[in-house]
Structures are given as C-alpha cells and as structure tokens.
C-alpha cells in the first residue's frame, strides 16, 4: 500500500547510544518532515525537507540530524540519545504547493522511543 | 512565527450530540491552509477536513465541519451526530507560505460516551 512507512515501531536506548529512524514514501512527494510528540504538546517540528538535498530546521532540532539523498527517504539520527528525546516521532510527507490543500500531509504510523 | 491554540485539553460529548472543538491561530500572512486531524489510539493521524483562507465558505466532510472566522482566526471543529468512533485526540494544524512546515496546536481529547 502507498504511504509513509516508519521503522522501528518501538526503541529503548541507553544514554548516550546513537540510532537512524527509517522514514520512506513511495508517493513521489516533495516535502517530508519529522515531528515529535509529548503528552500536551502536540507535534513539534524537528527537521524538514522540501526536496531532495534540501533540509532545514524546525523548533526542536538539538540533538537531531537529518539528510535527504532520495526523494522517498528522510532518515532522521539522534547522535547521543537523552532521556529528554523520549516521544513519539511521526515522519509525514506532502506534495507541497495547492495540493496539500487537497491532499493534507500523509503521517508515518509513529516510533515510540523510550531512552534510559 | 505561526502558532496554534486549542484551549481545551479535553472535552467530552454524549453519542448522538454535537460537539465544537475550538482553535484560534496567529499569524500575519494572508493565505494559508488549515486543518483538523483526528489521531485515534491507534496512534494514526487522519486528516478529517481542511480549510482554504482565501474561501469564504466553510468546509463540511459528511458529519464535520467548521466555523472558519478569519478576521478573529478562529478555525473550530463542529462534530455533529457523535459516534464512539470519533473517540480520539484532535489536532488543529496550520500551513503558511513557509514550504514543508506544518504548526499544530496542542490537541483536545475527544471522548464519546454512549
């Protein structure tokens, strides 16, 4: 089925251990984006990418990398883990321009990561 | 910076009722997207409707729509006929001229009781 595939659905790492959350789309879309989600925070963007071999910052960017070889994968890499970084991540992709109107953004199933 | 409100952390509604679900955003650009996402304990986000600032017309998906003030930026959710199905957490969600970035608000947990 087409949409956003996200692995690992569940991670516990120890502090300090780094590791790749694997986001791929096989919709041709431009923009692909990493959120995080904690309880009454709602989704807070960590990196994005309007293309392949563009990416920027979002709020949350500390302690994240991002790179976009293809346009259908966005691994996102936490370098150190914390326990600050335990969440939910969702990865989502759009067409971009007038179509997310049509459209709106297709969501990952989410990786719950817990760090220790 | 774009931001998005929900000032109700939690609401709760009798199957069959309506229910609003508020949202208010802040931003000082004049065309831009809006959107309702319903996240379900699943942990799935579906996108339930959306809005185009630039259309006066409020939109309607079936048993939801909303009321879209643009001068109060105001963008809430109205559910009407209540299923236990729409047991969910609800996120208002905006998207300007900044290509890629999506600003959600906090949430507002829906609960259907029967």
């Known amino acids: 089925n087409a949409g956003v595939t996200q692995t690992p659905k569940f991670q516990v790492l120890k502090t300090g251990q780094s590791m790749t959350l694997q986001c791929a789309q096989d919709m041709n879309h431009e923009y692909m984006s990493w959120y995080r989600q904690d309880p009454g925070m709602g989704l807070r963007l960590i990196h994005y990418?309007?293309?392949?071999?563009?990416?920027d910052q979002g709020e949350v960017p500390n302690g994240y990398n991002v790179s976009r070889s293809t346009t259908e994968d966005f691994p996102l890499r936490l370098l150190s883990a914390a326990p600050s970084q335990t969440s939910v991540y969702f990865c989502?992709?759009?067409?971009?321009?007038?179509?997310?109107?049509?459209?709106?953004?297709?969501f990952g199933s989410g990786t719950r990561l817990t760090v220790v | 910076a774009q931001t998005v409100t929900q000032s109700q952390p939690e609401m709760s509604v009798q199957e069959a009722e309506t229910v609003t679900l508020s949202c208010t955003y802040d931003?000082?650009?004049?065309?831009?997207?809006l959107f309702w996402y319903k996240q379900p304990p699943s942990r799935q986000m579906i996108l339930v409707i959306r809005?185009?600032?630039?259309?006066?017309q409020n939109a309607t998906e079936n048993r939801f729509s909303v009321n879209f003030q643009k001068a109060a930026k105001s963008f809430s959710l109205k559910i009407s006929d209540s299923q236990l199905g729409d047991t969910a957490m609800y996120f208002c969600a905006f998207r300007g001229s900044t290509l890629g970035r999506l600003y959600f608000g906090r949430g507002t947990q829906l609960t259907v009781w029967p």
């Open positions: 809005q185009e600032a630039y259309k006066q």
């Open positions: 989502a992709s759009s067409y971009g321009g007038r179509a997310d109107l049509n459209y709106g953004y297709t």
């Open positions: 931003t000082s650009e004049n065309n831009y997207y």
């Open positions: 990418s309007v293309g392949a071999g563009i990416t």
